[in-house]
């Protein structure tokens, strides 16, 4: 089966920390990304992990957890620009991309 | 360097008429999608292309059909428009191959079916 859980809002405040949890069941697996949405725009690529571990990148960081079907997305020192939409996306067995429907994060001042 | 360019951005439709939705790149790749998102969902497959003259179904092909004439376009038609086709309409590329997996998408196209 094909399935991608993550929670439908957060909320953090600016200069916090947040962590955005997704969970995903596929019958196969090649990869997992994060990308951000802004209200009213496309998405935009911020991450890939394909191996188990941490994946830093700025302010940004993806971890990822095969044997459990985990990953993470951890944005530090929030900036009120992060306010947006975040998608968590599967590769199956066949390269297709799984989307989950998002987390958007309020970010407060 | 455009990019994936989409036309048009907004549309408004009656149930019944039909029209085509353009998708163009310029970064040579391979893959070209289709996607819908709708709210509260996370984006939709409509079909997709591997290659110049190669389409396939994706996840809600139904109401729709595509073509891939050249390797730059995707091109979405709606040949009998449903209210229930109303919905962002947004097509992405990428390079082939497995590690290639970031998409690189257009604006969106709206699309209102009354």
């Known amino acids: 089966g094909q399935n991608i859980d993550q929670p439908t809002e957060m909320t953090a405040t600016e200069g916090a920390i947040v962590q955005i949890n997704c969970t995903y069941q596929t019958s196969g697996f090649n990869g997992l990304f994060w990308y951000q949405q802004h209200a009213g725009e496309a998405p935009t690529f911020l991450s890939y992990?394909?191996l188990d571990g941490l994946e830093e990148k700025g302010r940004f960081s993806s971890f990822l957890s095969r044997s459990k079907g985990y990953s993470y997305l951890l944005l530090k020192e929030l900036q009120m620009k992060d306010s947006a939409s975040y998608l968590c996306v599967d590769m199956d067995s066949n390269y297709q991309l799984i989307w989950g429907a998002g987390t958007k994060l309020i970010i407060k001042p | 360097n455009a990019g994936v360019t989409q036309t048009p951005k907004f549309r408004v439709l009656k149930t019944g008429q039909s029209m085509t939705l353009l998708c163009a790149q310029d970064?040579?790749?391979?893959?070209m999608y289709w996607y819908r998102q709708d709210p509260g969902m996370g984006l939709r497959l409509i079909h997709y292309?591997?290659?110049?003259?190669?389409?396939a179904k994706g996840e809600v092909p139904d109401g729709y059909n595509v073509s891939r004439l050249k390797k730059q376009n995707f091109l979405l038609g709606l040949e009998s428009a449903a209210p229930s086709q109303t919905s962002v309409y947004f097509c992405?590329?990428?390079?082939?191959?497995?590690?290639?997996?970031?998409?690189?998408f257009g604006e969106g196209s709206r699309l209102t079916v009354l």
């Open positions: 970064m040579n790749h391979e893959y």
């Open positions: 992405a590329s990428r390079q082939a191959g497995q590690d290639a997996g970031e998409l690189f």
């Open positions: 292309s591997v290659g110049e003259g190669t389409t």
């Open positions: 992990n394909v």
